[in-house]
Antibody
Framework: QITLEESGPTLVKPTQTLTLTCTFS??????????VGWIRQPPGKALEWLAL???????RYSPSLKNRLTITKDTSKNHVVLRMTNMDPVDTATYFC??????????????WGQGTLVTVSS | SYELTQPPSVSVSPGQTARITCSGE??????ACWYQQKPGQSPVLVLY???KRPSGIPERFSGSNSGNTATLTISGTQAMDEADYYC?????????FGGGTRLTVL
């Protein structure tokens, strides 16, 4: 059974850098095909994909946010970390991490964490 | 950038069939998937690769994808199916979500 859990600050100030950690079990991010993505959801709004990292350290970023995002993985700790720079109040959202598998044609997220609400305010 | 469009809301009576559409350019050439999200909860994958159901998802959930439109169909809709539904596809190394559809069972 795959489980994921997001952790990080609940409140950040404008211009600060947000660092979120996704801790998971039930799979290894070093296993062929494994991937972890980050998705966010502002209050009352839709889901927005942010970034994804694969087992082979291949990384993908949302074109609209790529200049602010960095995704990394720590295989030994079963962690994936997302950093987002220059936070703004519009970045207030629940941030989810989710598992995916790099198989041909398969781009869905089959397991999700419970999400962590991050508020950006001075 | 690629976009997916969903109707903001769909209403259905209990026991009837609900259909939620997702439109995107040549979406039928890609795989679509669908998530169900209830208030205060994380999204749950209910369909992947257009029409496949993950383990534990009831058979009343089905899907199709052709042309520019993917459709999530819920047959015999139950009160527990009331939720927000999001479609998602992959295009040019980006994962794209639709704007979401609120399904009301009344």
């Amino acid at each position: 059974q795959i489980t994921l859990e997001e952790s990080g600050p609940t409140l950040v100030k404008p211009t600060q850098t947000l660092t979120l950690t996704c801790t998971f079990s039930g799979f290894s991010v070093s296993t062929y095909g494994a991937g972890v993505g980050w998705i966010r959801q502002p209050p009352g709004k839709a889901l927005e994909w942010l970034a994804l990292i694969y087992w082979d350290d291949d990384k993908r970023y949302s074109p609209s946010l790529k200049n602010r995002l960095t995704i990394t993985k720590d295989t030994s700790k079963n962690h994936v970390v997302l950093r987002m720079t220059n936070m703004d109040p519009v970045d207030t959202a629940t941030y989810f991490c989710a598992h995916t598998t790099a198989l041909a044609g398969k781009y869905d997220f089959d397991s999700w964490g419970q999400g962590t609400l991050v508020t950006v305010s001075s | 950038s690629y976009e997916l469009t969903q109707p903001p809301s769909v209403s259905v009576s209990p026991g009837q069939t609900a259909r939620i559409t997702c439109s995107g350019e040549r979406l039928g050439d890609k795989f679509a998937c669908w998530y169900q999200q209830k208030p205060g909860q994380s999204p749950v994958l209910v369909l992947y690769e257009d029409k496949k159901r993950p383990s534990g998802i009831p058979e009343r959930f089905s899907g199709s994808n052709s042309g520019n439109t993917a459709t999530l169909t819920i047959s015999g809709t139950q009160a527990m199916d009331e939720a927000d539904y999001y479609c998602q596809a992959w295009d040019s190394d980006t994962w794209v979500f639709g704007g979401g559809t609120r399904l009301t069972v009344l």
